[in-house]
């Protein structure tokens, strides 16, 4: 059997990050052909460095194996074009279906002629995963760098009777049964709920943002808020624990709880969509406890690199050519590296402030970490979003917690429902009244500025020098900071920490 260490590990997955990051910038210069040349450079390197010694020469080979693996995985992702430029009809079996606006839809569409599906974007309908259909419309080919990764081509329907549904359900019954249950809980919260509350609660807990105001989208994104309406790590978090504490209510023993939490976990990223911001944050709590059923203690930034190369081979695209992954995994990050460091700078009078401090810290970090993201993709960055986000992260929790059992109870005993409805709604209400004060701030935010990717990425590289310094200077070295352990996996699943 063998045996890889912590290091080898991290320089295969770096290696690999490495390489489909070269691949996604060869692709997005139209120079994706020259792909080998990098390769056989990287090769050389590594064979032509003889003072080396044997175990920096073996990293390197490690690392740049990954690299070229990653590359190669890269190019197997990339689609071959298809020849839809005759076709103002499409059939194929439904893959997605996502409501992005009030009265409109995003279906994605599998058909026999394209490896990847195609992107419909029509009036809201009632659609299903796994329906056959037939679309009437004129398939547009894709031109952005990530559409032509992941979709066919484009086409918009104007009008709903050009969609027909030729057979219903002709997918897996597992994920129909898990739609049909979404659907359900969605019909529940908006017959309970009041318009604004619906919305935050069909966002932030079923993942249907289709009922989300423009304008209560843009206060979110204006306080630096918008990561809350988002299914997100944080979220994932929240519902791990949540789940281990009901199993473990049950009369099961607690292998079999953790077993079923990651079960559950599955079924709820699966009925939410399996967005990227979900799936991340479940592979985390599942990799936390994954690793305390092994009997090991996780460190998080090790984690999070394990999963950040695992979504990254298994969807290439989205290292980068994916806006949310990129926030999510940069916001992760801050809150890992920068926690610590701002909650030294930061004076607290005493041990009852170290709640504050710590929130302060983290809303700091995130803000920190996300801003040059935000300024290249949007020209916009909160100026108020620390501040912000302390009441708001003190409520989500609570919202959570009050929604997910209001949502049960709806399920299981309708009668109730408008009983269990009164604290969700008043929890949600609270948390857009919050936001639409800040956002009502004259400075709440600095909008009209644009970067260059170049800018955005020496931003990064600066960002990271300061941290590295900071940390040197404070006694934390984060260069290796895969030989700390950390008391995530014990907090989550309440196991006990054993220092190695």
């Known amino acids: 059997m063998v045996h890889l260490q912590t290091p080898?590990?991290?320089?295969?997955?770096?290696?690999?990050?490495?390489g489909i990051a070269c691949a996604s910038w060869l692709f997005a210069i139209d120079a994706l052909p020259m792909w080998w040349t990098v390769v056989v450079v990287s090769v050389l390197v590594v064979g032509c460095v003889r003072q080396w010694s044997p175990v920096a020469w073996r990293s390197g080979a490690v690392a740049v194996i990954a690299f070229a693996l990653?590359?190669?995985?890269?190019?197997?992702?990339?689609?071959?074009?298809?020849?839809?430029?005759s076709s103002t009809e499409i059939s194929g079996r439904i893959t997605r279906v996502e409501s992005i606006a009030k009265g409109r839809m995003r279906v994605m569409v599998r058909t026999a002629e394209a490896r990847v599906p195609v992107v419909v974007f029509a009036p809201q309908v009632v659609l299903r995963y796994g329906d056959i259909?037939?679309?009437?419309?004129?398939?547009?080919?894709?031109?952005?760098?990530?559409?032509?990764?992941?979709s066919a081509g484009t086409c918009a329907v104007r009008s709903p009777d050009a969609v027909r549904v030729l057979a219903h359900g002709a997918g897996s019954p597992t994920l129909r049964l898990l739609d049909e249950v979404h659907a359900h809980l969605v019909a529940t919260a908006g017959a309970s709920l009041s318009p604004r509350a619906y919305a935050v609660v069909a966002s932030a807990v079923l993942g249907d943002r289709g009922a989300l105001p423009d304008e209560l989208r843009d206060a979110f994104r204006k306080t630096g808020t918008i990561h809350a309406l988002v299914i997100s790590g944080g979220h994932m978090t929240i519902i791990g624990m949540l789940l281990l504490i009901a199993f473990r209510v049950l009369p099961v023993t607690h292998r079999a709880a953790?077993?079923?939490?990651?079960?559950?976990?599955?079924?709820f990223v699966a009925m939410t969509g399996f967005t990227p911001s979900a799936v991340r944050g479940a592979l985390m709590v599942a990799a936390f406890i994954a690793v305390e059923l092994l009997g090991r203690v996780a460190s998080r930034l090790r984690v999070l690199v394990l999963v950040a190369t695992t979504m990254v081979v298994v969807h290439p695209h989205v290292l980068a050519f994916d806006l949310g992954f990129q926030l999510s995994f940069a916001a992760v990050a801050g809150i890992v590296l920068m926690t610590p460091l701002l909650e030294r700078a930061i004076p607290r009078a005493s041990a009852r402030t170290r709640e504050i401090t710590s929130g302060v810290a983290t809303s700091l970090a995130a803000t920190i970490a996300t801003a040059p993201l935000l300024f290249g993709a949007f020209g916009t960055i909160s100026l108020i979003g620390v501040l912000a986000n302390i009441p708001v992260l003190l409520l989500l929790p609570a919202l959570l917690i009050a929604a997910f059992a209001f949502l049960?109870?709806?399920?299981?005993?309708?009668?109730?429902?408008?009983?269990?409805?009164?604290?969700?709604?008043?929890?949600?209400?609270?948390?857009?009244?919050?936001v639409?004060?800040?956002?009502?701030?004259?400075?709440?935010?600095?909008?009209?500025v644009t970067l260059d990717w170049w800018f955005t990425l020496a931003l990064y590289v600066a960002l990271t020098f300061v941290v590295?310094?900071?940390?040197?200077?404070?006694?934390?070295?984060?260069?290796?900071?895969?030989?700390?352990?950390?008391t995530d996996a014990a907090l989550l699943t309440g196991g006990t920490l054993e220092r190695r």
């Open 8 to 18: 080898t590990v991290l320089r295969a997955c770096l290696g690999c990050l490495g």
């Open 70 to 85: 990653g590359m190669l995985r890269f190019l197997g992702a990339v689609p071959p074009p298809a020849d839809f430029a």
């Open 133 to 150: 259909v037939r679309i009437r419309c004129v398939l547009a080919q894709s031109h952005a760098s990530r559409e032509r990764l992941t």
């Open 258 to 267: 953790r077993w079923s939490t990651l079960v559950a976990l599955g079924s």
């Open 408 to 434: 049960l109870i709806g399920a299981l005993l309708p009668s109730l429902a408008p009983l269990a409805a009164w604290p969700v709604d008043v929890l949600a209400r609270s948390v857009v009244w919050l």
């Open 436 to 448: 639409e004060r800040a956002a009502a701030v004259p400075w709440a935010s600095v909008d009209g």
């Open 468 to 486: 590295l310094r900071a940390a040197s200077r404070c006694g934390m070295p984060l260069l290796s900071p895969f030989r700390h352990l950390s």
